[in-house]
């Protein structure tokens, strides 16, 4: 019995790190939210709920970043959004 548990218990604690990392925070470049800022971009209607995570469809015209491949942004319901631009999940809303 002792050798069932011991590897169910592994199972069990590595499943959890996996979840830990799941939630790590991103650390976006002042520079990166000083641009999006400044930029002057027409806002985009999207239904639905907007949070970090929340994946924006193909539909979503995003607008890349000078010099930072990591980030592009778009402002959906009068609202500045960082996207990663290769999955189109939304990093951050800028306030």
């Known amino acids: 019995m002792k050798k069932l548990i011991i ?4 199972v069990f604690l590595s499943l959890g790190g996996a979840a830990v990392a799941q939630t790590a925070t991103v ?9 999006v800022l400044e930029q002057k971009t027409p806002s985009v209607t999207f239904e639905g709920d907007l949070a970090v995570g929340t994946m924006l469809p193909d539909t979503v015209e995003i607008h890349t970043i000078p010099d930072q491949p990591d980030y592009s942004y778009v402002v959906v319901n009068d609202k500045r959004v ?11 809303i800028v306030e």
């Open 7 to 10: 590897p169910a218990v592994a």
């Open 27 to 35: 650390t976006v470049p002042g520079e990166v939210r000083t641009y």
């Open 82 to 92: 960082l996207v990663n631009p290769k999955t189109r999940a939304v990093v951050e």
